[in-house]
């Protein structure tokens, strides 16, 4: 029992049931590095949360001592740094933003110029 429906058949050849940045209905032609950029920066958001509730574990933990509990945080800054450095490199694949729409910021909201 197959059902495949036209407007899904690109997340099916993608194999990623998440809409991502070309199946957005905003009217803007996407290039494939903004389909890259979505990909890469999905888990690294997965990571990001996990390392973030990781840290509120181990700082709540009554049976760590001080040392351990400092070691754990030290390890989980560096997964954090990691992420963040990642999020720079990857906002960066496609030059200044070539395949990207043109936007403008006018108080804090995000519109097309």
């Given at each position: 029992?197959?059902?495949?429906?036209?407007?899904?058949e690109?997340?099916?050849?993608?194999?990623?049931?998440?809409?991502?940045?070309?199946?957005a209905?905003?009217?803007f032609?996407?290039?494939?590095?903004?389909?890259?950029?979505?990909?890469?920066k999905?888990?690294?958001?997965?990571?990001?949360?996990?390392?973030?509730?990781?840290?509120?574990?181990?700082?709540?933990?009554?049976?760590?001592?001080?040392?351990e509990?400092?070691?754990?945080?030290?390890?989980?800054a560096?997964?954090?740094?990691?992420?963040?450095?990642?999020?720079?490199?990857i906002?960066?694949?496609?030059?200044?933003?070539?395949?990207?729409?043109?936007?403008?910021?006018?108080?804090?909201?995000?519109?097309?110029?």
């Amino acid at each position: 029992m197959e059902m495949r429906h036209e407007d899904t058949e690109p997340l099916a050849v993608r194999g990623d049931s998440m809409p991502a940045a070309d199946d957005a209905p905003d009217g803007f032609d996407y290039g494939p590095h903004d389909q890259l950029r979505h990909d890469l920066k999905t888990p690294l958001t997965l990571i990001a949360a996990r390392a973030y509730l990781l840290a509120r574990s181990i700082r709540r933990s009554s049976s760590l001592t001080d040392g351990e509990r400092g070691t754990m945080l030290d390890g989980v800054a560096a997964i954090e740094e990691a992420v963040r450095t990642m999020v720079i490199t990857i906002d960066g694949i496609g030059g200044s933003g070539g395949d990207a729409p043109q936007r403008d910021t006018f108080d804090g909201d995000t519109a097309p110029l």
